[in-house]
């Protein structure tokens, strides 16, 4: 069964800084891997999502991943957080199922805070 | 922009009881799901919804639970006798289609809370 860690719960960065968030996922084949944020009160927002092709994928809000398949991991990037950037991120693995639709299985989360 | 709305906000409860929680997915969407976060844990798959059926559930979909699209704009989540373990945030989403994975749009989430 696929699974997804996201091994830290709760970072703290400056207003500036770069960002990481680290995502590892287990699959047995080729995973769909997706990054999701989520403000208070608010849903769950897609910042990028990857299926095949170019490992560096570009989202929303200037946040990117990389797809590294020999380490199992989606780690999303920003290199100069903002202030509203302060938010919960799930990092999530998509699983085709019947009728043309699919799952997803989240991780944890991970709370980032921002230091003005 | 259009969005998945959700309500209530929140449901307090009584064990035993039942309870419906509705959501307005996005009108030109096909695809309709459910999933629920108990508190400090991760979000959960619980159910997809396709053409008036369910395609896939969970384990955790149990004869308790069930779905329905009682017109063309509401989709509900009933959960007849509630337990207390149910206590969780309950999130909607529907997606235009299931290809391509295309974008799962989510709601703001239902607090459940059973007492």
């Known amino acids: 069964a696929q699974s997804v860690t996201q091994p830290d719960i709760h970072i703290t960065v400056s207003e500036g800084a770069s960002l990481e968030l680290r995502c590892n996922y287990s699959?047995?084949?080729?995973?769909?891997l997706f990054w999701y944020v989520q403000s208070p009160g608010q849903g769950l927002q897609l910042l990028l999502k990857y299926f095949s092709g170019d490992t560096l994928v570009q989202g929303i809000k200037g946040f990117e991943a990389e797809f590294k398949r020999s380490q199992s991991s989606f780690n999303l990037r920003k290199p100069s957080v903002h202030w509203s950037d302060a938010a919960e991120y799930f990092c999530a693995v998509g699983l085709l199922s019947g009728a043309g639709s699919y799952q997803l299985t989240f991780g944890k989360g991970t709370k980032l805070s921002v230091i003005p | 922009e259009p969005e998945v709305t959700q309500t209530p906000s929140h449901q307090v409860t009584q064990m035993g009881q039942e309870v419906i929680l509705r959501c307005v997915p996005i009108?030109?969407?096909?695809?309709f799901y459910w999933y629920r976060q108990i508190l400090g844990q991760k979000v959960e798959f619980l159910v997809s919804?396709?053409?008036?059926?369910?395609?896939?559930k969970s384990e955790i979909f149990d004869d308790q639970f069930s779905v329905e699209r009682p017109d063309g704009s509401n989709f509900t989540l009933k959960i007849r006798s509630t337990k207390l373990e149910d206590s969780a945030m309950y999130f909607c989403?529907?997606?235009?289609?299931?290809?391509?994975?295309?974008?799962?749009?989510f709601g703001p989430g239902t607090r459940l809370t059973v007492l």
């Open positions: 699959y047995g084949a080729t995973p769909y």
């Open positions: 919804f396709y053409n008036n059926e369910i395609s896939e």
């Open positions: 009108s030109n969407h096909l695809y």
């Open positions: 989403a529907s997606s235009e289609s299931g290809a391509n994975y295309n974008e799962q749009f």
